[in-house]
């Protein structure tokens, strides 16, 4: 089969995220909560033969290739098909706790390149952006029924756009005169409000606020807390927790959820006394974000923004 997306930071995540000389008893069991076409789960299954794995996606569609491509790997593989924090809320006190959890962020290039959801600025597409067909907005939806302020919010919020404003003003007067339901449609509408130097940087002047409707659309920053919290529960003690994220709004997420784990003590600063113990929860393996390299990035240009976080539990 044809493979779209080539996963970030694969080395990276081998060597950190790695089982081996570490107490993890025959078969440890590595959990990949975004597992889209495959290739993180691909890669750990072909370096660690005892290594088993268990893949999370929100997109039945992405996880049926995901399912071809690693058909060879029999019942170390299993699936999941649902949204990363349910699948950890509701994780069975019964059943075996991973080893090693891994998160990647990222959308695939399938989304962009294959999906027909509108994910790109570039094709004449349903502006759609669902990433589970269970999900009951589109970007459609978003885009003709909020109001220009909480549109233009919502563009700045989670695209970090400084002309979310302009943006949102133009998008409420195009919609007065038809629907917008196409991605090039609304591509071009912002082409058009933002200024004319704006339009010639380094990125496309949509790009920003197609972030921020596929972020709003799949509540991605909503999600992210909730499962950092409920999947550092279920790994074991002694685990590894890894996070590759994309932008700056998940990346300080990350990093604050990460630091809070390593603290010595977590009582609340205005309490005179600690109460907690003074122990720190997690340990952090890395104390910067992990970049690609040079090579990477020649290689493949979306990787540029990668960055890699890892935790290592050390208690409940």
């Not at 993890?24 to 299954?45: K, M, R, V």
Request: proline content about 5%.
């Amino acid at each position: 089969m044809e493979i779209t997306h080539t996963s970030v930071l694969l080395n990276e995540c081998l060597e950190y995220l790695s089982p081996e000389n570490e107490n993890y008893g025959s078969s440890p069991l590595l959990i990949d909560s975004t597992l889209g076409e495959g290739g993180h789960s691909e890669a750990f299954l072909t370096r660690y033969p005892q290594l088993k794995v268990t893949g999370i996606d929100a997109d039945p569609v992405i996880q049926e290739r995901a399912k071809m491509r690693l058909a060879p790997f029999g019942e170390r593989m299993s699936f999941y098909s649902g949204w990363f924090d349910d699948f950890y809320a509701n994780y069975p006190e019964e059943k075996e706790k991973p080893n090693l959890i891994l998160f990647d962020l990222g959308i695939s290039l399938f989304h962009y390149e294959k999906s027909g959801r509108g994910f790109s600025f570039r094709y004449d597409e349903p502006l759609d952006m669902r990433l589970s067909p269970n999900a009951e907005t589109s970007a459609a939806d978003l885009i003709k029924t909020l109001n220009e302020n909480d549109l233009a919010d919502m563009i700045y919020a989670y695209g970090e756009e400084r002309y979310s404003r302009r943006i949102a003003r133009a998008i409420v007067e195009a919609r007065r005169v038809s629907a917008i339901e196409n991605a090039k449609e609304l591509a071009d509408i912002i082409y058009r409000a933002v200024p004319a130097q704006y339009r010639h940087g380094n990125i496309h002047p949509a790009t920003k606020t197609f972030q921020a409707l596929r972020i709003a659309v799949n509540h991605e920053l909503d999600r992210l807390p909730r499962v950092l919290d409920s999947a550092f529960k279920v790994l074991k003690v002694g685990g590894k927790l890894g996070v590759i994220t994309f932008h700056s709004l998940e990346d300080r997420i990350v990093k604050v959820h990460f630091r809070n784990l390593a603290k010595e003590c977590i009582c609340p600063p205005e309490q005179a006394q600690c109460t907690c113990g003074g122990k720190r929860r997690a340990e952090l393996l890395t104390r910067k974000a992990v970049d690609p390299t040079p090579e990477e990035i020649a290689k493949n240009s979306p990787s540029r923004s990668a960055k890699l976080r890892v935790i290592r539990k050390e208690r409940d």
